[in-house]
C-alpha cells in the first residue's frame, strides 16, 4: 500500500484525475521511491512535460518520504536542478531521503529518472522543510 496525504492531493492523490498520482512507497534503508506517469495534460512544449511538473513531483516525493517517518512538515525552501527535458507519456521514477538538520530544520533530498532505453536522472532537488 501506497503512502498518500489524501487522496486529491495533487501529487500523490489517485482520485486526482489531473495530478501527478504518484505511487510511492517506503524504501529499502530509508526514504521512499515510487513512480508516475506523465500525462499529456502535464504539457508545456510541444512533446514535453511542463519543467514544474518536476518541481512538483520531487517535492512531494520529499514530503511523502517526511510522512513515512511519522513527520508533518511545511516546505521552507526548494532547490531544483533540470537535467533533461522530460517527453509526454513516460514513467517517471522518483526517490527522497530525509536528514535532520541544523536547529531542528529538516533537510531532504530527491531525484527524478527515466528508465530504460536512454535512462538518464532529469532532475534533482534539495530542500528544507519545518515541522508543521
Known amino acids: 500500500m501506497g503512502i498518500t496525504h489524501h487522496e486529491l492531493c495533487f501529487g500523490c492523490g489517485q482520485a486526482n484525475l489531473f495530478g501527478l498520482q504518484m505511487e510511492v512507497e517506503p524504501a ?39 510522512e513515512a517517518e511519522g513527520v508533518r512538515a511545511d516546505l521552507e525552501s526548494l532547490d531544483l536542478r533540470i537535467e533533461s527535458s522530460l517527453p ?29 532505453a536512454g535512462e538518464r536522472r532529469v532532475a534533482v532537488a534539495g530542500a528544507s522543510f519545518v515541522r508543521a
Open 28 to 66: 529499502e534503508g530509508g526514504g521512499v521511491a515510487g513512480r508516475f506517469f506523465v500525462k499529456q495534460d502535464h504539457g508545456g512544449r510541444p512533446g514535453l512535460a511542463h519543467p514544474g511538473l518536476l518541481a512538483t513531483a520531487l517535492e512531494e516525493t520529499m514530503s511523502l518520504a517526511l
Open 88 to 116: 509526454l507519456g513516460t514513467f517517471v521514477h522518483v526517490a527522497a531521503s530525509v536528514e535532520e538538520g541544523e536547529g531542528g530544520a529538516l533537510q531532504a533530498a530527491a531525484e527524478a529518472w527515466l528508465r530504460g
